[in-house]
C-alpha cells in the first residue's frame, strides 16, 4: 500500500508461479515443462542466427511465425495472433473481449491466472464449480454471460472434452466470446482449432512452452475469426509494438517446423504419463484421468501437503495447491521415463516410512 | 468493429511504430536503432549459452539482471524492474500510477504511445504544449495532476534538460508520480537516477534498444523508489510471470556488463551527430539541438514529406510525423558516419534538383 499507486493496485492479488528454485539440483516435477529440449532445429536456428542485427527492432507482426502458424493448422494467417507467452494472450483477450457489462463465466478450479485478470481490469465473473469429480459440466454454461474461458485439457485436473462436446457449447453460446486455453492440447487432446471455422467468437489460444519445449522463449499464439484477431491486434498495438523479441521468432518457427520431433516427444511423453499412471495407481494413489503432460493425484492415507514436502526434501518439486476442494491432490508433471522413476522409488519409501 | 469486442476496443487508436521494410537494402534512419551491432560479449553469450535449458521457464524475477543494472547505477536492487521494452514498462506504469481521479500531464509533442496508453485504460490527460521552438517549459506543469510523464530527451526534437531542472519539478510536484522517459539519455544527457534517492515519487523509465544495441531483444528497466517498484511488480505478476524470456536476459546482463563498448559506441554517435548537424545547418535546414541518437530538423524551402518521399526512393528511411506544428519535420536517426554520408550525398542532390 502506497499514496502514489492507483487505487486498485491494493487490490491485487498476483499470480504464483510455480517455484523456479535457484539450485538446479532438483527433479523438477511441479510448472509443467517439457522434460525434453527443443528441437535440434531450434537450437541449430538460435545458434548460427545473426546476433548483429538484434540491433533492429523485430517484425512488430512477427508475420514468419505467424505463416508457419497458420500453415501447420491450415487456417489463414489473419486469423493468427501471437504474443509473449500464452499469458499475454490471455491478458489481452480479457480487455478485448471480456470488458462487458455482464459477469464471465469459468470454472471454480481452472488456471489460476484467469481470476487475477479481472481482478486486474475490472472484469466482473462468476466461478462455476466443477463436479464432484472435479469435471467440467458444459450445461452449467448454458446462462448470461459476458464471456466463456477455461483451459482443456482442464487444470490442474488433465481432464479434456472432446471437440464435439465443445461444439454444443457454441451452439448454445452464440452471443458472447468463447475461449478454451489448449495449452496442453497436444498430449492427447483434440484441438478445437477446426471449429473456428464456423463459430466466429471462438478463440483458442495455445503455447509454445510445453509440448514444443520453449518455455524460457515466451512464445504463445491463438487462433479464431480474423475479426476476433483484429480485436486483439488493437489492443496489442495499444501496448507493445514488439511483443515478440528477434531470436524468440526465429525459434518458434523452427519449433512449428520440425513436425518430426514434436510428434515423437508428445508420444514419448503420453507414454511415460501411462506408466506413471499405473505406478501411482499401484501405490493406492487416485489419479484423475489426464490428457495433458502432467497428473492430478491424491493419496488415501497421506495427507498432500506431507508428500510434498517430504519430496522436496528428497530433491524432487511437484506443485501443491493451498485451495478448497483440491488441498490433498499433488499436480506432477511428467517428466522422462528416469526422473518419473526416481519419483517413484521416493514415493515407495515415502508410503513404507510414513515420510522422512 | 465488431459485436463480440469490448465496446472500447471500437475506440482505440493504436501506437504506429516506424517501418520496418522486409527490403534490407534501406539505409535505415527511421526508428532510431543504434547503427553499431551489441557488444561482441553479448553476442558470445548468445551463442554460447544452453539452448536446451529452453525447455524451462525463466526466472520470473530476472534476478541476475536487476542485479547487474542494480550494480551499474548503484542504487538498491529492490528499486529495479525490467520489462519487455520499456513500451511494457510504460503500459504498467500508466496502470499502476495513473489510473487516478485527476487527469495526467504530458506535453503534445512526446511519444505518440502515452496517449495510447491513456486510452486503452481509461485514464484522462490534459496536453501541455511546447513552447514556441518545441521545448517542455517545465512551469507548465506546476498545477493539479494526476501524474506527470514525458520523454527526457524528449522524441521527437531531441531537447534535452538537467537534473537541475527537473528537480525543481520534483519539489513543485510531491503528491503525484513523475515518470521521465530516459530513452536516450544516454547520449549525451544527464540522467535523473540520482534523484530517485530523495524523491519516492520519480520513476525513470530507460531501454536497452537504442544505446545498447538491442531493439530486437526487447529489453526495458525501471528505476525509482522500492514502494514504487513495488506497484510496478504488483501490476507484472498480475498480467506475465515471464516477460523477459531466458536468451533476453542473458543478452542484456552483458550488454550492462560491457562499459567499454558502450562507452565506445555512445561516443562515436554524439560524433556522428554532431557532423550531421553542421552537415545539415550547411545545407540550410534548422536542426533542433539534440541530445539524442536523431536529429529533428526541417527545410525552409522543401516541405518535409517531400523529402522523405524522395528519401524514401533513393532507398533511405527517415520519419515524418503527420502531426500538426511538425508536419515540416523530419526525424533522422544518426546512423554510422558513412550512412550519414549518404544521407548528405542525397540531400544535397534533393536540393540541387528539387526532388528525384
Not at 275 to 293: R, T, Y
Amino acid at each position: 500500500m502506497n499514496k502514489y499507486w492507483s487505487n486498485f493496485v491494493n487490490t491485487l492479488s498476483p499470480y504464483t508461479p510455480g517455484e523456479q528454485p535457484e539450485d538446479k539440483g532438483f527433479i523438477k516435477l511441479n510448472t509443467n515443462e517439457n522434460p525434453y529440449p527443443p528441437s535440434p532445429s531450434v537450437i541449430e536456428a538460435l545458434n548460427t542466427v545473426s546476433k548483429e542485427n538484434l540491433k533492429l527492432y523485430p517484425d512488430p507482426d512477427a508475420r514468419l511465425l505467424k505463416e508457419e502458424i497458420a500453415n501447420y493448422y491450415d487456417v489463414e494467417q489473419s486469423g493468427v495472433f501471437v504474443g509473449n507467452g500464452s499469458d499475454e494472450i490471455l491478458a489481452f483477450s480479457f480487455l478485448a473481449f471480456f470488458k462487458k457489462s455482464k459477469p464471465i463465466l469459468f470454472p471454480d478450479l481452472t488456471y489460476s491466472f484467469y481470476p487475477v485478470y479481472c481482478n486486474l481490469f475490472g472484469i466482473d465473473s462468476i466461478l462455476v464449480p466443477l463436479t464432484d469429480d472435479l469435471s467440467i459440466e458444459l450445461s452449467d454454461y448454458y446462462q448470461e454471460n459476458g464471456g466463456i474461458i477455461f483451459a482443456n485439457p482442464n487444470a490442474p485436473t488433465g481432464r479434456c472434452l472432446s471437440a464435439d462436446v465443445l461444439e454444443e457449447l457454441m451452439k448454445e453460446n452464440p452471443e458472447t466470446v468463447v475461449i478454451i486455453d489448449e495449452a496442453y492440447i497436444d498430449f492427447g487432446g483434440e484441438s478445437a482449432i477446426p471449429l473456428t471455422r464456423n463459430y466466429p467468437n471462438l478463440l483458442i489460444i495455445q503455447t509454445l512452452s510445453k509440448s514444443r519445449s520453449l518455455a524460457g522463449l515466451r512464445v504463445g499464439f491463438a487462433i479464431g475469426n480474423t475479426e476476433l484477431v483484429g480485436g486483439l491486434e488493437k489492443v496489442k498495438n495499444s501496448f507493445n509494438s514488439y511483443p515478440l523479441d528477434s531470436l524468440a521468432i526465429v525459434g518458434a518457427v523452427e519449433a512449428i517446423k520440425d513436425k518430426d520431433y514434436f510428434e515423437k516427444t508428445r508420444k514419448d511423453i503420453i507414454e511415460t504419463r501411462k506408466w506413471l499412471c499405473g505406478s501411482l495407481e499401484n501405490m493406492s494413489f487416485k489419479v484423475i484421468p489426464s490428457q495433458a503432460n502432467f497428473l492430478f493425484t491424491s493419496h488415501p492415507s497421506i495427507p498432500a501437503i506431507e508428500l510434498y514436502g517430504s519430496l522436496k526434501k528428497m530433491g524432487i518439486l511437484v506443485r501443491h495447491f493451498n485451495t478448497a476442494r483440491i488441498e490433498n491432490y499433488l499436480r506432477i508433471s511428467v517428466g522422462t521415463r528416469q526422473e518419473v522413476e526416481a519419483l517413484e522409488k521416493a514415493l515407495k519409501f515415502l508410503l513404507a516410512h510414513g515420510g522422512v
